[in-house]
């Protein structure tokens, strides 16, 4: 059964960081396509991060971009995203996806995953 756990959610102060992980199980990242996503209170979940299977390389929302950094460890079978300088408005749970489907370019940001993981909470707060 393909499973994805995070972890490494908390409470953070602005300006703050955090690294998130999701390891995975019964199956191998290697040619997936992975992503981050979040949803904050009352707001559709966006995508915020991820890597294409097509062509290996890493997209960023707007909101984050220059301050988050996806990476995946195949040998852990393990991928993280890095946050550095959190603003409130990161406040959120987090949640990590994978999928064998080929996504290229920025569409891998998009709702195109079918692995999830459970979701783990980042508050910003002072």
């Known amino acids: 059964q393909e499973q994805l756990v995070e972890s490494g959610g908390g409470l953070v102060q602005p300006g703050g960081s955090l690294r998130l992980s999701c390891a995975a199980s019964?199956?191998?990242?290697?040619?997936?396509?992975v992503g981050w996503f979040r949803q904050a209170p009352g707001k559709e979940r966006e995508g915020v991060s991820c890597i294409s299977n097509y062509d290996g390389i890493a997209r960023y929302s707007e909101s984050v971009k220059g301050r988050f950094t996806i990476s995946s460890d195949n040998g852990k079978n393990t991928f993280y995203l890095e946050m550095k300088s959190l603003k409130s408005e990161a406040t959120a749970l987090y949640y990590c996806a994978a999928t064998a489907n080929w996504l290229s370019g920025s569409s891998c940001l998009g709702n195109h995953y079918n692995v999830w993981g459970q979701g783990t909470p980042v508050t910003v707060s002072s």
């Open positions: 019964g199956f191998t990242l290697g040619a997936y396509a």
